[in-house]
């Protein structure tokens, strides 16, 4: 039952989306509506500029942090915590607070996953960089940190099968919701990160 609580407790908690409350707040628009229509940090730097793209940055990735240490906490295992966290990033992706219509997860995924496989979320994120660097195309960053992390697990001997299967949901869930754009990278029709976005 506390397995149960914890996924519960993060999907409401994922379903608080940062991009979708700080354009309201800030911008009074919503920011699916614009840009590329999704509500997270680099429709909102495209769209508001990197203030707002940071503040919904942190929010996205704290909030991931708090659903992996709130399942941690409830169960005592790894597992709680790792269910937390994906109810967390469920929640963000499809908000029960925002008609279902929310992000891709990947700063949500981000934070649960770095309190509980640091070492191997940095590898992953140490990707990400090295491919947003070269290609200037952030969702081929995210794709990619999304296959590095479960791969990393999946090669740690002290992990279970079941966080094993867990971390490798994180992954396929940040793929799927990638989807279109993967679409548009082969299509060379995908919009690259600008640098010189608003103040």
Not at 36 to 56: D, E, F, I, Q, W
């Amino acid at each position: 039952m506390k397995y149960v609580i914890a996924l519960l407790l993060g999907y409401l908690l994922g379903s608080l989306s940062a991009g979708i409350i700080v354009m309201r707040v800030f911008g009074h628009k919503d920011i699916r509506t614009m840009g590329s229509g999704n509500p997270g940090t680099t429709n909102v730097l495209r769209v508001m500029g990197k203030k707002y793209a940071l503040l919904t940055f942190l929010i996205d990735f704290l909030k991931g942090v708090l659903g992996a240490y709130l399942g941690l906490k409830l169960t005592g295992s790894l597992n709680g915590g790792l269910l937390g966290g994906l109810g967390t990033v469920i929640g963000h992706n499809y908000p029960l607070y925002f008609g279902f219509k929310g992000g891709k997860g990947i700063a949500t995924s981000f934070g649960a996953l770095l309190c509980l496989f640091p070492l191997q979320t940095l590898a992953a994120f140490l990707s990400f960089i090295i491919v947003v660097a070269i290609t200037r195309y952030v969702s081929a960053g995210s794709v990619t940190a999304a296959v590095v992390l479960p791969l990393g697990v999946l090669l740690t001997p002290s992990a279970s099968v079941l966080a094993k299967v867990m971390v490798v949901a994180f992954g396929l869930l940040a793929i799927y919701r990638h989807r279109q754009n993967i679409v548009r990278l082969i299509e060379h029709r995908e919009n690259k990160l600008s640098f010189k976005s608003k103040g």
